[in-house]
């Protein structure tokens, strides 16, 4: 019997509309004249979902009983027994009730396909086996159903029933998803915006995967080969040097251009494991292409360059990074192409980028064009070749010598003569070319075996010999000469480039700056002294009694520092360098001084707006307080003996109220002081948050018609400081209370995530436009009211920074429908982080 078919409906969060696509497509199969029953389909409540059941053919359920309750599960035998041509499933990941026939629902659907049946099925992306730990990282939720990946990616066909965040937030809100009583909840934890758009993504990146390894397996099935570029794939090439980090990091920069890149790292080791590599350097570059999001690999192959590409190819690459060869030139045109050049070749259509690379401790220095162009080794060389390739020579052409051969002699040792002076210059040159007209006239020009020269073309042969040494050397040793004023250029306009750079890096310029000139000069150490004598930079570790340079920075009659360079003494082309690296020294100083200034001076415009702020609140909320406190006191006082006993009392009481409002806001200024000049006394202990919030919600008075409580009982002690937390639920609850709609209440729930808790205080007020949110944080801000009754508008900022001195946040979200969302954060108390205390203690 042919098997049936599996198409499933990946969603990333409940209430994406999965079951309802469900139903849309059996109900247009129905209409294309197919047999589609229903298996199974849980509406949950909704209304639209439920009218779309009207007119399918449902199979009946099976009645389970487990411990005196009454649960409904997918009859197997049933839909078997109908063998519809189609059958919808909904809920794959579902646990079945005790004593059925199988333990999971999507046993039940493998049970249905290999009867032959078609059935499309629903699961939500946090069942999937693989994804359990990602999902509860995201949202702080275990997952107990599950379903095996190999299920899910077994299915001939898997679909995502995509719905942005913000829209599924309002179905939600709106009580298409949950009942009304639910919403809240929901809104505060699983169904958070940051929650659902990592979700979101997750289900996304699955499916591409899901498809990526569909579309390798049509590939591998039809014989493809070439690339096909649905994806940026960059392969990096490791040999365990120094430049495996440069190649790697250029390579996730690659990737980085396009959405969904990949970066895989592979090295190449040999049949035998005897292919020169740093275990080490591996090791650490495995761990930075992990960090960098990519994978490590390793193949094996003796061939390199083939194995390279043939690896790119496995795995689709659109890209192959490899760095430049180290060899020289001599070695790659007596070993021929190198690694490079053969991948280029042999790569087709994957692009190829040859990365130029250094050792990391090689860093930047200047070449010294003082002295011999070319180096004592160089000369030693070309004197070891002329004492070597002498004798050979010689003894090669005496044993192929004739009458007519010595023309060939001559030109032997000739080139025996500009070999020698390619590699050591003009006087091993000129040695090769004195001893190899000695040897011509001992060996081949008559009287043999004497070194008498008896025709004046011999000697003039001898002297022609010495002047084309002298010529050559002399134009290899102006070669070499220029060859090394162009590296100093170049590393002259690496290091100006350099210098010009850091200045514009701001902070960063000075410590880069000191650490490019130890580098450029070879110093064993550089340090940038204050006029005072404090030490501003430093880079490298003197050498003690070691010669120093001291170099004043800025003005030389009033320096403002001074650069000291320890080591041998800068040649008079490195000071040129050094005087611009001074001055941009000073430029940097001057730089950092203006920097310093401006924070001050922008600190001093905040103190003054803060001042005038306070000044603005003093006269007029200050004002009011205090002045009908004095006006009750006169009033007692002028009244006298003659005052009633109720208008006594009312003027006691205007004082009373008065002064109470004047010291509450003399305490908002003390605190809201404290608070910004960061002495903030906190006192961290375990609190229960429902002690908290009713004592918050007695002190304001509010009573069940003002304020709704959705408090977790589960909760456990948060760590916080009682008398601040307190106040910060009395100053949120206080505002959300003020502003929220007239026949609303304000809703006050607690949730647990993970290792931290929430407090969400509700309102459904107008709301606070997402650009001026922050501004309902800074001290005596009231966005435009202008009721002076309500205070210095301190209580927000007081709420934040009491908040944040406990390690908690407070941040505003937007409620759904209308008004503003408060949200504290903290963490929940460890039991082990404080002392429990005595009873004795508590009371």
Same mark, same amino acid.
């Given at each position: 019997?042919?098997?049936?078919?599996?198409?499933?409906?990946?969603?990333?969060?409940?209430?994406?509309?999965?079951?309802?696509?469900?139903?849309?497509?059996?109900?247009?199969?129905?209409?294309?004249?197919?047999?589609?029953?229903?298996?199974?389909? %849980?509406?949950?409540?909704?209304?639209?979902?439920?009218?779309?059941?009207? +007119?399918?053919?449902?199979?009946?359920?099976?009645?389970?009983?487990?411990?005196?309750?009454?649960?409904?599960?997918?009859?197997?035998?049933?839909?078997?027994?109908?063998?519809?041509?189609?059958?919808?499933?909904?809920?794959?990941?579902?646990?079945?009730?005790?004593?059925?026939?199988?333990?999971?629902?999507?046993?039940?659907?493998?049970?249905?396909?290999?009867?032959?049946?078609?059935?499309?099925?629903?699961?939500?992306?946090?069942?999937? %086996?693989?994804?359990?730990?990602?999902?509860?990282?995201?949202?702080?939720?275990?997952?107990?159903?599950?379903?095996?990946?190999?299920?899910?990616?077994?299915?001939?066909?898997?679909?995502?029933?995509?719905?942005?965040?913000? =829209?599924?937030?309002?179905?939600?809100?709106?009580?298409?998803?949950?009942?009304?009583?639910?919403?809240?909840?929901?809104?505060?934890?699983?169904?958070?915006?940051?929650?659902?758009?990592?979700?979101?993504?997750?289900?996304?990146?699955?499916?591409?995967?899901?498809?990526?390894?569909?579309?390798?397996?049509?590939?591998?099935?039809?014989?493809?080969?070439?690339?096909?570029?649905?994806?940026?794939?960059?392969?990096?090439?490791?040999?365990?040097?120094?430049?495996?980090?440069?190649?790697?990091?250029?390579?996730?920069?690659?990737?980085?251009?396009?959405?969904?890149?990949?970066?895989?790292?592979?090295?190449?080791?040999?049949?035998?494991?005897?292919?020169?590599?740093?275990?080490?350097?591996?090791?650490?570059?495995?761990?930075?292409?992990?960090?960098?999001?990519?994978?490590?690999?390793?193949?094996?192959?003796?061939?390199?360059?083939?194995?390279?590409?043939?690896?790119?190819?496995?795995?689709?690459?659109?890209?192959?990074?490899?760095?430049?060869?180290?060899?020289?030139?001599?070695?790659?045109?007596?070993?021929?192409?190198?690694?490079?050049?053969?991948?280029?070749?042999?790569? +087709?259509?994957?692009?190829?980028?040859?990365?130029?690379?250094?050792?990391?401790?090689?860093?930047?220095?200047?070449?010294?064009?003082?002295?011999?162009?070319?180096?004592?080794?160089?000369?030693?060389?070309?004197?070891?070749?002329?004492?070597?390739?002498?004798?050979?020579?010689?003894?090669?052409?005496?044993?192929?010598?004739?009458? #007519?051969?010595?023309?060939?002699?001559?030109?032997?040792?000739?080139?025996?003569?500009?070999?020698?002076?390619?590699?050591?210059?003009?006087?091993?040159?000129?040695?090769?070319?004195?001893?190899?007209?000695?040897?011509?006239?001992?060996?081949?020009?008559?009287?043999?075996?004497?070194?008498?020269?008896?025709?004046?073309?011999?000697?003039?042969?001898?002297?022609?010999?010495?002047?084309?040494?002298?010529?050559?050397?002399?134009?290899?040793?102006?070669?070499?000469?220029?060859?090394?004023?162009?590296?100093?250029?170049?590393?002259?306009?690496?290091?100006?480039?350099?210098?010009?750079?850091?200045?514009?890096?701001?902070?960063?310029?000075?410590?880069?700056?000191?650490?490019?000139?130890?580098?450029?000069?070879?110093? &064993?150490?550089?340090?940038?002294?204050?006029?005072?004598?404090?030490?501003?930079?430093?880079?490298?570790?003197?050498?003690?009694?070691?010669?120093?340079?001291?170099?004043?920075?800025?003005?030389?009659?009033?320096? &403002?520092?001074?650069?000291?360079?320890?080591?041998?003494?800068? #040649?008079?082309?490195?000071?040129?360098?050094?005087?611009?690296?001074?001055?941009?020294?000073?430029?940097?100083?001057?730089? =950092?001084?203006?920097?310093?200034?401006?924070? %001050?001076?922008?600190?001093?415009?905040?103190?003054?707006?803060?001042?005038?702020?306070? /000044?603005?609140?003093?006269?007029?909320?200050?004002?009011?307080?205090?002045?009908?406190?004095?006006?009750?006191?006169?009033?007692?006082?002028?009244?006298?003996?003659?005052?009633?006993?109720?208008?006594?009392?009312?003027?006691?009481?205007?004082?009373?109220?008065?002064?109470?409002?004047?010291?509450?806001?003399?305490? #908002?200024?003390?605190?809201?002081?404290?608070?910004?000049?960061?002495?903030?006394?906190?006192?961290?202990?375990?609190?229960? =948050?429902?002690?908290?919030?009713?004592?918050?919600?007695?002190?304001?008075?509010?009573?069940?018609?003002?304020?709704?409580?959705?408090?977790?009982?589960?909760?456990?002690?948060?760590?916080?400081?009682?008398?601040?937390?307190?106040?910060?639920?009395?100053?949120?609850?206080?505002?959300?209370?003020?502003?929220?709609?007239?026949?609303?209440?304000?809703?006050?729930?607690?949730?647990?995530?993970?290792?931290?808790?929430?407090?969400?205080?509700?309102?459904?007020?107008?709301?606070?436009?997402?650009?001026?949110?922050?501004?309902?944080?800074?001290?005596?801000?009231?966005?435009?009211?202008?009721?002076? &009754?309500?205070?210095?508008?301190?209580?927000?900022?007081?709420?934040?920074?009491?908040?944040?001195?406990?390690?908690?946040?407070?941040?505003?979200?937007?409620?759904?429908?209308?008004? /503003? &969302?408060?949200?504290?954060?903290?963490?929940?108390?460890?039991?082990?982080?404080?002392?429990?205390?005595?009873?004795?203690?508590?009371?």
């Amino acid at each position: 019997m042919k098997r049936g078919r599996l198409r499933v409906l990946l969603g990333a969060a409940p209430g994406v509309g999965k079951t309802y696509e469900m139903l849309q497509e059996g109900r247009r199969l129905r209409a294309d004249g197919r047999d589609v029953v229903i298996g199974l389909v %849980e509406t949950h409540g909704r209304a639209a979902t439920a009218a779309l059941i009207e +007119g399918l053919p449902v199979v009946a359920r099976r009645t389970v009983r487990h411990r005196d309750v009454e649960l409904s599960e997918l009859d197997v035998e049933a839909v078997k027994e109908r063998h519809p041509e189609i059958a919808l499933v909904d809920e794959l990941a579902h646990t079945n009730a005790p004593g059925s026939r199988h333990a999971k629902r999507w046993q039940d659907v493998q049970e249905l396909l290999d009867d032959g049946i078609d059935v499309i099925t629903t699961v939500n992306v946090q069942h999937i %086996e693989s994804l359990g730990d990602v999902v509860e990282q995201i949202t702080g939720v275990a997952q107990r159903e599950t379903v095996p990946d190999a299920v899910v990616r077994g299915a001939d066909q898997v679909e995502v029933v995509d719905l942005a965040p913000p =829209s599924l937030r309002d179905r939600l809100s709106a009580g298409l998803v949950y009942p009304a009583e639910r919403i809240d909840a929901a809104l505060s934890n699983y169904f958070r915006l940051g929650n659902l758009t990592a979700l979101r993504e997750l289900a996304l990146l699955w499916l591409a995967d899901e498809v990526d390894s569909a579309l390798k397996l049509y590939r591998a099935e039809h014989g493809i080969t070439g690339t096909w570029q649905a994806r940026e794939r960059v392969v990096v090439a490791l040999t365990g040097g120094p430049e495996g980090e440069t190649l790697l990091r250029r390579g996730a920069r690659i990737a980085a251009r396009s959405a969904g890149g990949e970066v895989l790292a592979v090295h190449v080791s040999s049949q035998d494991g005897l292919r020169s590599a740093t275990p080490g350097a591996l090791a650490q570059q495995r761990l930075l292409v992990e960090s960098l999001g990519g994978t490590y690999h390793q193949v094996v192959g003796d061939d390199v360059p083939r194995a390279l590409v043939e690896f790119a190819r496995s795995v689709n690459a659109t890209q192959l990074v490899i760095g430049a060869s180290r060899r020289g030139r001599l070695a790659a045109l007596l070993t021929g192409a190198g690694i490079g050049a053969t991948v280029v070749r042999e790569s +087709g259509d994957i692009d190829v980028h040859i990365v130029t690379h250094a050792a990391a401790a090689r860093g930047l220095h200047l070449p010294r064009v003082t002295g011999g162009a070319l180096s004592l080794k160089r000369r030693l060389l070309g004197f070891a070749v002329a004492l070597v390739g002498g004798p050979l020579l010689s003894w090669l052409l005496y044993a192929t010598s004739n009458s #007519d051969s010595i023309t060939a002699d001559v030109l032997a040792y000739q080139l025996l003569v500009v070999v020698v002076a390619l590699v050591g210059g003009i006087w091993p040159a000129l040695f090769a070319a004195v001893l190899s007209g000695l040897t011509l006239d001992y060996l081949f020009i008559d009287p043999l075996f004497t070194v008498t020269i008896a025709d004046p073309d011999h000697a003039l042969s001898l002297v022609l010999y010495i002047v084309i040494a002298i010529l050559v050397s002399w134009v290899v040793d102006q070669a070499a000469r220029r060859t090394r004023v162009a590296q100093r250029a170049a590393a002259e306009s690496e290091l100006l480039a350099t210098v010009a750079g850091s200045v514009l890096r701001g902070e960063s310029a000075i410590p880069a700056l000191v650490s490019r000139a130890r580098e450029a000069f070879g110093m &064993t150490g550089v340090r940038l002294v204050a006029a005072d004598g404090a030490v501003l930079a430093t880079d490298g570790e003197p050498v003690p009694d070691e010669r120093m340079t001291r170099l004043p920075v800025g003005d030389p009659a009033d320096p &403002t520092a001074f650069l000291e360079l320890h080591g041998a003494e800068p #040649d008079a082309s490195a000071r040129r360098l050094l005087d611009v690296t001074v001055a941009q020294l000073g430029a940097a100083l001057e730089h =950092s001084a203006l920097t310093e200034t401006a924070r %001050e001076a922008g600190l001093l415009a905040e103190t003054d707006q803060v001042r005038t702020a306070l /000044l603005s609140a003093v006269s007029h909320d200050l004002r009011r307080p205090l002045a009908a406190a004095v006006a009750a006191i006169g009033g007692l006082r002028a009244a006298g003996p003659g005052l009633s006993a109720a208008d006594r009392e009312e003027l006691l009481a205007t004082a009373d109220e008065s002064l109470a409002t004047l010291s509450a806001l003399v305490t #908002d200024l003390l605190d809201v002081s404290r608070v910004q000049a960061g002495v903030l006394a906190v006192s961290l202990s375990p609190v229960d =948050s429902a002690g908290t919030i009713l004592a918050a919600v007695d002190e304001l008075a509010l009573g069940p018609d003002a304020v709704e409580l959705a408090l977790d009982p589960d909760l456990p002690p948060l760590r916080a400081d009682p008398v601040l937390l307190q106040r910060v639920v009395v100053n949120v609850l206080a505002n959300a209370v003020r502003y929220t709609a007239p026949g609303t209440r304000v809703r006050l729930s607690t949730s647990r995530l993970g290792d931290r808790a929430q407090i969400r205080v509700v309102d459904h007020g107008t709301g606070v436009s997402p650009e001026r949110q922050d501004d309902i944080f800074s001290p005596f801000q009231r966005l435009g009211d202008t009721d002076n &009754t309500t205070g210095l508008g301190l209580g927000l900022a007081l709420s934040r920074g009491f908040a944040e001195g406990m390690g908690a946040t407070l941040t505003p979200e937007d409620t759904p429908g209308g008004g /503003l &969302t408060m949200v504290v954060e903290l963490p929940v108390a460890e039991a082990s982080a404080f002392p429990v205390p005595s009873p004795e203690a508590a009371s």
